[in-house]
């Protein structure tokens, strides 16, 4: 698909900010709300966002000189700066996990080895970009899904308001990399093989890192929790996957088709930031 479908030029600004959270180590294991496997879930994630990120960066700003539209370019520029914030906040968090019991970093070399020195290295730069434009696709659902249904604010957490900063932002820069995709290596094929390769890599190595967190949480001090109610239950990441793989494999598919810019406002407006 052409990008000229959904035009980049005059497209809002994407602006970098600053989270303002200080995180305690005293805080619950069990922060999402007192629910053990949700906490889990989410803290299994936010190991493989620092890294992640900076992949998602280095993949987009490898075709930054190709480009010629000047609001592409700087909505290029302006993902890079949220994704390298998003980054360092979430290693931040990683730190109070630590604090908590949890040893990450062993985790964090195997998952850097086989990712990054291993995968990234021997792809060719058209995937690594198809791969990020698809990975981006969930990440705007799942944040779609955790602002619509209201749970991180109702937190009044720290962690809560992170996530909540962190999911505003990626729904304001879901379609950057699948703009540049659709600028400079064009085609339904490309785009089909980043997808298999993002959801094959980002279940798997969520799977691991929640297995492995759920392993130290067993032989950590007991803490109170409780069990989720029927409606928590609804909409699991597997769910959302679902979903994002079946509105990817549309050929006529754009991030933008989904009007959730507005749940981005709100949550920025919320935590104090302006949005762009």
């Known amino acids: 698909m ?3 479908t959904h035009e980049t030029q005059g497209a809002r600004p994407i602006k970098p900010r600053s989270p303002g959270v200080t995180f305690d180590a005293a805080m619950p294991r069990y922060w999402f709300g007192g629910l053990k496997h949700a906490s889990l879930l989410a803290n299994g994630v936010n190991l493989l966002f620092p890294k992640g990120e900076r992949f998602f960066v ?3 700003m490898h075709y930054l000189p190709q480009l010629d539209d000047p609001a592409l370019r700087a909505q290029v520029k302006g ?8 980054a360092r906040a979430h290693e931040d968090y990683s ?9 990450v970093e062993a985790f964090l070399k195997v998952f850097e080895r086989i990712a990054f020195e291993g ?5 060719p730069p058209a995937l690594r970009l198809a791969v ?37 932002e990626e729904i304001e820069h879901k379609a950057v990399a699948f703009d540049v995709l659709a600028k400079v290596a064009p085609g339904y094929p490309l785009r089909m093989a980043g997808l298999a390769m993002a959801s094959t890599l980002l279940g798997g190595f969520w799977l ?10 067993a032989k950590l001090p007991p803490e109170p929790h409780r069990e989720p109610t029927e409606e928590e239950k609804k909409n699991s990441p597997l769910d959302i996957f679902a979903r994002g793989i079946r509105e990817y494999m549309r050929p006529s598919f754009h991030p933008n088709d989904r009007d959730n810019l507005p749940l981005a406002v709100e949550a920025l407006r919320s935590l104090g930031m302006e949005p762009a």
């Open 119 to 123: 995968i990234e290295r021997v792809s």
């Open 58 to 60: 280095r993949s987009v």
């Open 132 to 168: 990020t434009a698809a990975t981006e696709h969930f990440t705007a659902i799942m944040a779609e899904d955790a602002l619509s249904r209201g749970y991180l604010a109702a937190m009044n957490s720290e962690v809560g308001r992170l996530l909540m900063w962190h999911a505003a």
């Open 2 to 4: 052409d990008v000229s």
């Open 208 to 217: 691991a890192a929640v297995i492995t967190l759920a392993r130290q949480d």
């Open 95 to 103: 730190k109070v996990m630590e604090a908590q019991g949890y040893e």
């Open 79 to 86: 993902f890079a700066g949220q994704e390298h914030r998003h």
